[in-house]
């Protein structure tokens, strides 16, 4: 098959792909990742497109275009490659090297060289590969290799390693004997390139889709585990990840559940109201994600009842002063109340219900002793606030 027939079912397969792929799974993820392998394959669309423009006078500006647009589709799968680590992508960093593309190309003499621009063109693609290569690499080395979908990210990364290795060795060979030579031809020829391209293209929509529907699945699973309001879990998701870090062969000794509670939360919806009682519930949210280290787990169990499982319970005082320190100096429109706490040492041995129960008896002798204090379980004292 010649060069234009491959080009031409190149654009229509990845036409398929791309209209298949929106309705199949962007519009059902809404995910970025899935938003910018949509532009990579509009770009790339277009880019072949373009090419069967070479031979006509419309080469000049048909072919130039078509190199700037193949770069920047790499560069959408680099961006894709990013986002699917949850890191933000900087658009500034994705245009430089379709810029430099298409500003050679048309400098190089696209009106009667295909090739225009070649080099750069070349290793333009290459290197927005090998950066998209590296992030999947470190988004399977992220998932873990047990993880059910580790595979697709695994084959985003070595196809798009393969991509840049195998655009890396057209710009070596181009510069080396030009691509009129007999063995660039065999090994790195436009015949070969686009049936490469084919290939990969459904591997990587393939791939994207599986962890596009798993994205979702977690996301769905993130809401059902976390309070709207605050941000933090909710009950259910509190409960559930508790459990398991107290059944944990490898639990920390000496964990703590630490349970707040706000004094005089009724008076504050009722004088000033409801609003400002949300208001006071996302602030004490936040203190509570600035006071807590990694590995702890804080949860809203219902109004304005909390939970925090700390890993080191003897930190619990100090946390809960830490907490009503950020939680007081929040500013919002109307006074915030202040805070008791209760605190119960926790193991597997003991159980979650238990400790609970250990903790919720301790915050109410805290309250039967003058309100914003801490009391511990097993303790005869209030520490006051």
């Known amino acids: 098959m010649d060069t234009v027939s491959l080009r031409v079912a190149f654009a229509v397969v990845a036409v398929a792909v791309l209209v298949l792929f929106y309705f199949a799974t962007y519009r059902r993820s ?38 700037a647009l193949a770069v920047g589709g790499a560069a959408g799968v680099w961006a894709a490659a990013q986002s699917l680590r949850g890191h933000d992508v900087r658009r500034g960093y994705l245009l430089p090297a379709p810029l430099v593309v298409l500003v050679v190309s048309l400098l190089d003499d696209p009106a009667h060289d295909k090739w225009a621009g070649g080099p750069f063109f070349l290793l333009g693609v290459a290197s927005m590969m090998g950066l998209a290569s590296r992030e999947t690499w470190l988004a399977w080395r992220d998932l873990g290799r047990s993880d059910e979908h580790a595979t697709e990210a695994l084959a985003l990364a070595l196809v798009s390693g393969l991509m840049a290795v195998f655009y890396l060795g057209r710009a070596i060979a181009f510069v080396a004997v030009g691509p009129d030579h007999a063995v660039f031809e065999a090994l790195f020829g436009s015949e070969v390139t686009t049936l490469l391209l084919l290939v990969l293209l459904v ?60 004094d005089g939360f009724k008076e504050i919806n009722d004088s000033f109201g409801h609003l400002a009682g949300d208001r006071a519930l996302a602030a004490f949210g936040e203190a509570c994600r600035s006071a807590v280290r990694t590995g702890d787990i804080v949860g809203r169990m219902g109004g304005d009842e909390f939970a925090i499982l700390l890993t080191e319970g003897s930190r619990a005082e100090e946390v809960a002063e830490r907490i009503s320190e950020r939680f007081a100096s929040t500013r919002v429109d109307a006074p915030l109340p202040t805070l008791s706490f209760g605190i119960a040492e926790a193991d597997a041995t003991t159980g979650l219900v238990e400790t609970f129960g250990r903790a919720d008896a301790a915050l109410y002798r805290a309250k039967a002793a003058g309100r914003n204090r801490t009391a511990r379980h097993g303790d005869g004292e209030t520490t006051s606030i």
């Open 30 to 67: 809404r995910s970025t990742f899935t938003g910018w392998w949509i532009g990579s394959l509009a770009l790339f669309v277009v880019s072949a497109g373009l090419y069967l423009f070479n031979g006509t006078p419309a080469q000049a500006v048909a072919n130039p275009t078509a190199n």
């Open 203 to 262: 591997v990587v929509t393939f791939s994207m889709s599986n962890l596009a529907h798993a994205q979702r699945t977690a996301e769905l699973s993130r809401q059902a585990a976390s309070d709207e309001l605050t941000g933090l879990l909710n009950r259910r998701g509190f409960l559930s990840q508790a459990e398991a870090v107290l059944a944990r062969t490898d639990s920390p000794a000496g964990a703590a559940i630490l349970i707040a509670d706000f």
